[in-house]
């Protein structure tokens, strides 16, 4: 999903707006069809890509799907499994048949306690938000380093950029390690000036993401951290 | 009718007490994000009446006994400070603020598209921090501009407005004296796409006729008062130069 920041000034629109004649389109995310007019259920930025009209929320809470790399804190431990905070309304289950380790029926706790962050997949999602994750797969891990930040879960593409140009450009300008998660937080592992010149980053992005500014500052940082 | 006969609310040049004239709502601003630490916010005054509204969530609905398998639920607490009016209020619940909390997130309800998030819960706090008379119209207007900033999505936004009676004469927007001596009182919900009504209420009696006016005002106010919401919302996300 890009941004679409190409050229012409995008329009803003309210819930409830009509957005315009549903004739030949098809509804998005963020809109629905009503008497052959699309309306904006959301605050955001229209979209049009490929007849598919749909609004960019500039504001929204974050919604699991499956599949999503997610930075989570552990909740509460139970004998034979751990319920994680993934960032959205409910608790997310790691079953220890999921965990990678070899987990004992009771010693769940010596491998994650309350607290711990881990980075996880969503393995799926019910129609009733109950969701299992899985940290089998290729990279995920306790996270037992580095500080875990959030950013609002609309901003997550602007720092990623397209195919994750903007965060490869962001991880040489700060030299850390940086993971994004679907979720809205964001690991970040270097020196403490490093870490601290990343989070002076990601705080600029969450007070004028929305705005175009964003990019600026990553260009002032790359300039200012070259000449070093 | 009336019972304060001799209370006068019109103006011998036809204008009401505060000089406004009978289809003049009292002024109004709005602002999105007031507050921080909330998902979403907005702050609404209308006349004299401030009214703060805070959303937080979805989030799962606690107690367990509150969630609905299909749909979220809408959690409202409508709540007058104890400073907000001349006489203190008690703080706390009570028989009005219920009344008003339910009303509120009955409407709400209604163009939220609360199948979206089945068992969660969306908390909508609206706070008075003073009032005169309408403040379940500014309380209902900044919780769908709060809703609107915390990105749950709705089929439309609900504008609360309220025309009356005074003096036999239909007029828009009651203040404190038009509402504690005037004869009728007709708060609605109106949502200003559609022109439907999400909520209706009457106090004291009007005609069929009367009716139709003082829904004509109210119609007439939702629009001009869903632009100053929209204004605001916009006002917020402004982009920066490039």
């Given at each position: 999903m890009s941004k679409g920041q190409v050229g012409a000034e995008q329009r803003l629109v309210t819930p409830g707006m009509v957005i315009g004649p549903s004739s030949g389109k098809r509804a998005g995310?963020?809109?629905?069809?009503?008497?052959?007019?699309?309306?904006?259920?959301?605050?955001?930025?229209?979209?049009?890509?490929?007849?598919?009209?749909?609004?960019?929320?500039?504001?929204?809470?974050?919604?699991?799907?499956?599949?999503?790399?997610?930075?989570?804190?552990?909740?509460?431990?139970?004998?034979?499994?751990?319920?994680?905070?993934?960032?959205?309304?409910?608790?997310a289950l790691l079953p220890m048949s999921l965990a990678p380790w070899k987990v004992e029926f009771g010693s769940t706790r010596q491998h994650l306690g309350?607290?711990?962050?881990?980075?996880?997949?969503?393995?799926?999602?019910?129609?009733?938000?109950?969701?299992?994750?899985?940290?089998?797969?290729?990279?995920?891990?306790?996270?037992?380093?580095?500080?875990?930040?959030?950013i609002p879960?609309?901003?997550?593409?602007?720092?990623?950029?397209?195919?994750?140009?903007?965060?490869?450009?962001?991880?040489?300008?700060?030299?850390?390690r940086i993971i994004v998660g679907d979720n809205g937080r964001v690991w970040i592992h270097g020196d403490a000036t490093d870490m601290h010149?990343?989070?002076?980053?990601?705080?600029?992005?969450?007070?004028?993401?929305?705005?175009?500014?964003?990019?600026?500052?990553?260009?002032a940082l790359e300039n200012e951290r070259g000449e070093h | 009718m009336g019972g304060y006969g001799d209370v006068k609310l019109l103006r011998e040049d036809g204008k009401r007490l505060d000089g406004r004239a009978i289809d003049e709502m009292r002024p109004v601003t709005i602002e999105a994000g007031v507050l921080p630490a909330a998902d979403g916010s907005a702050m609404v005054t209308h006349g004299l009446n401030v009214a703060v509204a805070a959303v937080y969530g979805p989030m799962e609905a606690h107690p367990r006994k509150i969630q609905r398998q299909d749909r979220a639920v809408i959690d409202v607490?409508?709540?007058?400070?104890?400073?907000?009016?001349?006489?203190?209020?008690?703080?706390?619940?009570?028989?009005?603020?219920?009344?008003?909390?339910?009303?509120?997130?009955?409407?709400?309800?209604?163009?939220?598209?609360?199948?979206?998030?089945p068992r969660s819960k969306i908390r909508v706090e609206i706070e008075i921090l003073a009032a005169e008379a309408g403040t379940r119209c500014a309380g209902i207007t900044a919780a769908s501009v709060a809703l609107a900033d915390a990105?749950?999505?709705?089929?439309?936004?609900?504008?609360?407005v309220a025309s009356g009676k005074i003096e036999d004469t239909v007029v828009l927007d009651l203040d404190k004296a038009e509402d504690n001596y005037g004869q009728a009182d007709l708060p609605v919900g109106i949502l200003p796409n559609t022109g439907e009504i999400a909520f209706l209420q009457m106090d004291g009696d009007l005609s069929i006729d009367e009716y139709n006016l003082a829904m004509e005002y109210n119609h007439k106010a939702a629009k001009e008062i869903h632009e100053i919401m929209v204004d605001a919302l916009k006002r917020r996300y402004e982009r920066g130069e490039a």
């Open positions: 995310t963020g809109t629905i069809a009503e008497n052959n007019e699309f309306i904006a259920t959301r605050l955001g930025w229209l979209n049009e890509q490929n007849d598919v009209i749909s609004v960019l929320p500039i504001n929204s809470a974050y919604m699991p799907r499956s599949g999503d790399l997610v930075i989570g804190f552990v909740a509460e431990v139970r004998n034979n499994l751990w319920f994680f905070d993934v960032n959205g309304p409910f608790q309350i607290g711990d962050a881990a980075l996880a997949r969503i393995q799926e999602v019910d129609e009733t938000h109950n969701m299992v994750l899985t940290m089998k797969g290729v990279g995920l891990r306790r996270l037992n380093e580095g500080a875990v930040v959030s879960v609309n901003l997550i593409d602007t720092v990623r950029g397209q195919n994750n140009a903007m965060l490869s450009r962001i991880r040489d300008a700060t030299n850390c010149v990343a989070r002076q980053l990601i705080q600029t992005l969450n007070e004028e993401g929305h705005k175009n500014t964003f990019q600026g500052a990553v260009e | 607490r409508y709540n007058m400070a104890p400073f907000s009016t001349g006489d203190r209020i008690r703080p706390g619940f009570n028989r009005r603020s219920r009344e008003i909390s339910k009303v509120t997130a009955e409407s709400l309800e209604s163009v939220v598209l609360v199948e979206r998030y990105g749950i999505p709705m089929r439309d936004m609900i504008v609360g």
